[in-house]
């Protein structure tokens, strides 16, 4: 199987993408192109034969409020800091008629790796989930994701580090 992420753009077939929660479709189908243009979101596709969409993601800069971090990270960081500077993965989803393929797995590798890029040039001291459920909050605990006070969850960037550089 290969994989390969690239930017949403106009070729590729929407209207056809389902992964059974309604606002991750109506999402992609709908909104995601409003959100480009107006540069609130990138979103990046695993392509599939004949322009489909396999599954999808979403990444934008975001921060979390100091106040709600673990204690052991908390400690390290400058009181001065309101707002850690952080990358969200605002949207995470695989088409149905892919599951069982490791799909989602690979999205999440795929999205933390430029997600630790992006922070080598414009700081991040972590990713962040929304996870829309419980299920949505379970796949991101097995990758060692944090629960934040607020239904958020956290990945310090020295973790995401740790699994690409060599």
Do not use: W
Request: with cysteine; aromatic share 10%.
């Amino acid at each position: 199987m290969t994989f390969k992420t690239v930017r949403l753009d106009t070729s590729h077939n929407r209207e056809n993408f389902s992964c059974g929660k309604d606002p991750l479709d109506f999402y992609l189908k709908k909104q995601v192109n409003q959100d480009i243009k107006r540069k609130l979101s990138a979103c990046f596709v695993l392509e599939g034969d004949g322009h489909s969409i396999k599954g999808y993601y979403t990444l934008s800069n975001d921060s979390v409020p100091l106040a709600i971090v673990p204690e052991e990270i908390k400690k390290k960081m400058p009181a001065s800091y309101i707002n850690l500077p952080t990358t969200l993965i605002g949207r995470l989803a695989v088409d149905t008629r892919f599951r069982g393929q490791r799909s989602g797995e690979l999205l999440l590798m795929d999205a933390l790796h430029r997600c630790y890029l992006l922070s080598e040039e414009i700081d991040s001291m972590a990713v962040i989930v929304d996870p829309l459920d419980d299920g949505a909050a379970a796949f991101y605990g097995q990758y060692g994701f944090i629960p934040l006070d607020n239904g958020r969850m956290f990945l310090p960037m020295k973790t995401v580090a740790g699994l690409f550089k060599s």
